[in-house]
């Protein structure tokens, strides 16, 4: 007997990555513009390492930036990597990213300098792209192993300089610790097989 597949379209997938991505950006520049009309009070959401109380900021923080320079430089690589991993399904895409915040922020809170503030999405940035970089291996899936080839060909040599320690203007524990998340996500939130049927 015939069956009708209940999966969305490939448009409908790319329509709501695209939304979701398109909103997420939207709310990191509605953030930064309050943080810029009250005098940079969402600075205070950054994370001071190893306070107990700082713990709370561990998710905010990579909702939050210092300038709109930082924002900016966080933009685009969010919205690509974000928006194709997104193809891969909402709910899937929204427990990746959610590992990778948590675990880079905490990385940030355990590693990082005494007396430093650290925030921004380039935690997640670098999350996403290892996630990208590994899934279809774990997938198993040939046009994903495309995707991922072809981001690290295109961003790798940028994410290599933001992991290094001598690049003293950025958090490369926090974006060291992220890229290991997204890593990690593609093998938690692999495809499992589908079940087959008589």
């Known amino acids: 007997m015939p069956t009708t597949s209940l999966e969305p379209s490939r448009t409908d997938r790319a329509k709501a990555a695209g939304k979701l991505m398109l909103a997420w950006v939207a709310l990191l520049w509605a953030l930064e513009a309050l943080d810029h009309i009250t005098g940079h009070g969402l600075d205070a959401y950054g994370i001071t390492p190893r306070e107990p109380a ?75 792209f290892g996630y990208l970089l590994v899934r279809g291996f774990v997938d198993r899936r040939p046009l994903d192993i495309g995707v991922g080839l072809v981001v690290g060909a295109l961003w790798g040599g940028s994410i290599l300089l933001g992991l290094s320690p001598a690049n003293t203007g950025v958090s490369w524990q926090g974006h060291l610790i992220g890229l290991v998340a997204g890593v990690v996500a593609a093998f938690v939130f692999r495809r499992r097989p589908a079940a087959t049927t008589v």
């Not at 990579?62 to 193809?87: E, K, W």
């Not at 999405?121 to 999350?127: E, I, M, P, R």
């Open 54 to 128: 700082e713990l709370a900021d561990v998710v905010p923080a990579s909702f939050i930036h210092f300038g709109f320079g930082h924002l900016a430089s966080n933009t685009v690589p969010l919205l690509v990597f974000g928006f194709l991993a997104a193809l891969g399904g909402i709910r899937r895409f929204l427990a990746v990213a959610a590992l990778i915040i948590v675990a880079s922020g905490l990385g940030v809170w355990l590693l990082s300098p005494p007396g430093s503030n650290t925030a921004g999405a380039s935690g997640l940035v670098f999350g996403l």
